[in-house]
């Protein structure tokens, strides 16, 4: 009995260290280069004004304010990349979309290349595969765009849609009530 104990003890001594160095090693990068996840909107124009990746201009490529927390940037690429979207919620930036260059590149070279740094993805479909832990998803779809998002801000954003779902289905109720 005392040497199965012991046994387990020493199985989960093995097993714990190995499992934490696996989680430590699967963090996903957060971002290409130095355009990252959680950067300010002011950061990321300046990041993407130095990027050789991007032909980014500037205030013109500026494309749109989808509300008064919510804005986009959207920006040529160079080399392999073609073009370049950065979504920001509240002023940070929480996903950055890359549409890659398919004359230069193919969806399987990426995908090697994602498996070989974070292992097999967790998700896949024939249309597009996905990597994820705490604080970030990495996704990759065909033809060839690669996405970095901040799960933490899809999440609240996700809250917050509900929320107002929520609310304007009784306002209709409401409404239909008066007929």
């Known amino acids: 009995m005392k040497s199965i104990g012991a046994a387990v003890w020493c199985t989960l001594l093995l097993v714990v260290p190995v499992s934490t160095i696996a989680a430590q090693e699967s963090t996903l990068r957060r971002g290409f280069r130095d355009i990252q996840l959680g950067s300010t909107f002011q950061e990321a124009q300046e990041r993407l004004a130095s990027e050789g990746a ?5 205030e013109p490529d500026l494309s749109m304010s989808l509300s008064r927390s919510e804005s986009v940037i959207d920006s040529e690429g160079r080399g392999f990349v073609d073009r ?17 260059d398919q004359t230069q590149l193919d969806y399987f070279q990426m995908f090697e290349q994602l498996v070989s740094r974070y292992g097999d993805p967790p998700e896949l479909t024939p249309r597009w595969a996905r990597w994820e832990d705490d604080r970030t998803r990495i996704e990759l779809e065909r033809p060839l765009t690669v996405r970095y998002l901040d799960r933490q801000v899809l999440q609240e ?9 929520a609310i304007g289905s009784e306002e209709r109720d409401r409404f239909l ?3």
């Open 177 to 179: 009530e008066e007929f």
């Open 157 to 165: 954003l996700g809250s917050r849609v509900g929320i107002e779902r």
């Open 84 to 100: 370049g979207l950065l979504q920001f919620s509240s002023d940070r930036l929480y996903i950055l979309t890359l549409y890659l």
């Open 54 to 58: 991007f032909a980014y201009r500037g």
